[in-house]
């Protein structure tokens, strides 16, 4: 069965300090990759997403994630984190071929102090 | 700015009760998914539609069941609410277009407590 691992539960960060929040999934065959953002008592919003090609795929708010097939991982980045980036942050995998059937992660909280 | 609308954002009612939650979307968008979402914990695929006579049990065995009458609207019905349905429930919607890779979109989503 697919499944996909967020590393971190939580991630404490200061202002203007770089994150990485990870992810690694489990499949055989092709995936699509999806960050989301939940900020409190809203949906999710997509940041980013990965069908083909390139595999640095930058999204809004100016974060930006990697696909490295070879470690089944499309971990997030920031250079520089701001108080706003306070949220929860999923990452997600829709198997090709598939009816847009989205495996969730458990999700990783990224706190951000002044 | 949300184009899924998900009425109301925070339900607290009784046990037993009967209860629907409502979800809308402007878009057009064919597929339309309910997912369940407890704090700290992945989000589950209860139902999904294809579209219109179009309805599916997703991967969480869920008590509730859904229809699609019209391709904007996907309502969620629990006959006799209990604690344990007491969780977030997230709506969403995507478009073709992009086959299986076509993102979700989210409404606000509904936080049900069953007292």
């Known amino acids: 069965a697919q499944s996909v691992t967020q590393l971190d539960s939580q991630v404490p960060v200061f202002e203007e300090a770089p994150v990485e929040l990870r992810c690694n999934y489990s499949?055989?065959?092709?995936?699509?990759l999806f960050w989301y953002v939940q900020y409190p008592n809203q949906g999710l919003q997509l940041l980013l997403k990965?069908?083909?090609?390139?595999?640095l795929v930058k999204g809004i708010n100016g974060f930006e994630a990697e696909f490295n097939k070879s470690q089944t991982s499309f971990h997030l980045r920031k250079p520089s984190v701001h108080i706003s980036d306070t949220a929860e942050y999923f990452c997600?995998?829709?198997?090709?071929?598939?009816?847009?059937?989205?495996?969730f992660g458990a999700g990783t909280r990224l706190a951000v102090h002044p | 700015e949300a184009d899924i609308y998900q009425t109301p954002r925070y339900l607290v009612i009784g046990t037993g009760k009967k209860i629907t939650l409502e979800c809308s979307q402007t878009?057009?968008?064919?597929?339309m998914y309910w997912y369940q979402q407890d704090p700290g914990m992945e989000l589950h695929l209860i139902h999904y539609?294809?579209?219109?006579?179009?309805?599916e049990k997703g991967d969480l065995s869920s008590e509730s069941t859904v229809s699609r009458i019209r391709t904007e609207h996907f309502p969620l019905t629990l006959e006799s609410a209990r604690p344990s349905h007491t969780s977030q429930y997230l709506c969403?919607?995507?478009?073709?277009?992009?086959?299986?890779?076509?993102?979700?979109?989210f409404g606000n989503g509904t936080r049900l407590t069953v007292t």
């Open positions: 499949s055989s065959v092709s995936v699509y």
């Open positions: 969403a919607s995507s478009a073709p277009g992009q086959g299986s890779g076509s993102p979700l979109h």
């Open positions: 990965y069908l083909s090609g390139s595999t």
């Open positions: 878009m057009g968008h064919d597929k």
């Open positions: 539609s294809y579209g219109v006579n179009s309805t």
């Open positions: 997600a995998v829709i198997i090709s071929g598939g009816y847009n059937k989205l495996i």
